[in-house]
């Protein structure tokens, strides 16, 4: 048995065919907008008002 296992390693899978180095999307559009905002770093801005009161308050 632990000759089989040692020389099958590699083969084996455990967690069926799914790869769990590839990230899993989020079904709704507006959680994946906001997870790729979040990974680019940049904040998101709802509205023109707060769009120019974040600007404004960046000039001071």
Known sequence: MLRFVASEWEALSFFGDERSDEPKLAKS????????????????????????????????
Do not use: D, Y
């Open 29 to 60: 559009p507006k959680r994946r907008q906001r997870e790729a905002s979040k990974a680019l770093g940049n904040p998101a801005v709802s509205t023109k008002v707060q769009a120019e009161a974040s600007s404004i308050r960046s000039a001071f």
